[in-house]
T-cell receptor, first 121, second 110 residues
Framework: DAGVIQSPRHEVTEMGQEVTLRCKPI?????LFWYRQTMMRGLELLIY??????IDDSGMPEDRFSAKMPNASFSTLKIQPSEPRDSAVYFC??????????WGRGQGEAFFGQGTRLTVV | RKEVEQDPGPFNVPEGATVAFNCTYS??????FFWYRQDCRKEPKLLMS???SGNEDGRFTAQLNRASQYISLLIRDSKLSDSATYLC???????????FGKGTRLSVIA
């Protein structure tokens, strides 16, 4: 299996531009997560999909951020317009898990992509 | 209180030392517990799950104390290759399946 695939690996963009990050989860996984990692705040969950449906988007910073999962094999995270404070590493992760209410012992290992390092100048 | 708290370190230890990391979590309804490892400029990867009875994998031992809402990771006979950030992960919490701590940085020195 190729694992979780993210693109691009690196993105440098000017403030105000639109940025689209892409993710292909592991085939057969039914949960997908977008995380953002910075030195100051660590790894923060932005949004979580289960069976292509957004379950929790409370971590999405503001209206400039949006995420979609049109099918089980693809998701996007869009920032429009981008700002310098959005600079971070964005990780996508996928998992094979039951619905969140029935997570049990040892279930739900998340497999991460290699991340997209975003720099907004 | 933060959902998952860890001592950020860094822990600087000599090769061969034993080092222990601790983690506390706030949601008593959590059911799944993990330790992840993250190397510099890489993605997090699962190190081991943490079971109520405690579990061991080679030089690594994980313990869970539900009453105190406390998780630990013990590394024996540290190797240079153990240098990394160790993330405590707990779930679920509300609608969020997994909550990550900020990590504890370990440097093993020759």
């Amino acid at each position: 299996d190729a694992g979780v695939i993210q693109s691009p690996r690196h993105e440098v963009t000017e403030m105000g531009q639109e940025v689209t990050l892409r993710c292909k989860p592991i085939s057969g996984h039914n949960s997908l997560f977008w995380y953002r990692q910075t030195m100051m705040r660590g790894l923060e969950l932005l949004i979580y999909f289960n069976n292509n449906v957004p379950i929790d988007d409370s971590g999405m910073p503001e209206d400039r951020f949006s995420a979609k999962m049109p099918n089980a094999s693809f998701s996007t995270l869009k920032i429009q317009p981008s700002e310098p404070r959005d600079s971070a590493v964005y990780f996508c992760a996928s998992s094979l898990a039951p619905s969140v209410i029935s997570w049990g012992r040892g279930q739900g290992e998340a497999f991460f992509g290699q991340g997209t390092r975003l720099t907004v100048v | 209180r933060k959902e998952v708290e860890q001592d950020p370190g860094p822990f600087n230890v000599p090769e061969g030392a034993t080092v222990a990391f601790n983690c506390t979590y706030s949601n008593s309804a959590s059911q799944s517990f993990f330790w992840y490892r993250q190397d510099c400029r890489k993605e997090p990867k699962l190190l081991m799950s943490v079971y109520s009875s405690g579990n061991e994998d080679g030089r690594f031992t994980a313990q869970l104390n539900r009453a105190s809402q406390y998780i630990s990771l013990l590394i024996r006979d540290s190797k240079l290759s153990d240098s990394a950030t160790y993330l405590c992960v707990v779930g679920p919490s509300g609608n969020t399946p997994l909550v990550f701590g900020k990590g504890t940085r370990l440097s093993v020195i020759a």
